[in-house]
């Protein structure tokens, strides 16, 4: 991974609370397990979510895999920090720790 992609990267996570590097978009979610991700955190709570369609970019769809060191798309992000994929946000839902992370 470039280190200007590193920046980017950095930045895009940093500008939103809740930020999610998926399969095509929040409104037309390009896998099933992307738009559980979405579906989930809705359900959670979240009203502005950010998205990033790695489709679009293949260097960022490897390139986020490199920066989180996890193997696999959507990834979650809240305040920052890496939360996970589709089935870690479930989890969290379900124990209700997924909506106190999007309360702040």
């Known amino acids: ?8 990267i ?3 996570i940093a500008k939103d609370r809740v930020v999610i590097f998926m399969k ?8 099933g397990f992307s738009r559980a991700a979405v579906e989930t955190l809705r359900a959670a709570g979240a009203t502005e979510i950010a998205a990033y369609n790695v489709l679009e970019n293949p260097e960022l769809r490897e390139g986020i895999k490199v920066y989180s060191n996890w193997p696999t ?7 920052g920090k890496f939360i996970g ?3 870690i946000l479930r989890e969290l839902h379900e124990r209700g720790e997924l909506a ?3 309360r702040g």
């Open 1 to 8: 991974m470039t280190e200007e992609l590193k920046k980017w």
């Open 10 to 12: 950095d930045e895009a």
């Open 24 to 31: 095509g978009s929040l409104h037309f979610p390009m896998c």
């Open 73 to 79: 798309i959507p990834q979650v992000y809240i305040d």
């Open 85 to 87: 994929g589709s089935d």
């Open 100 to 102: 106190r992370l999007i």
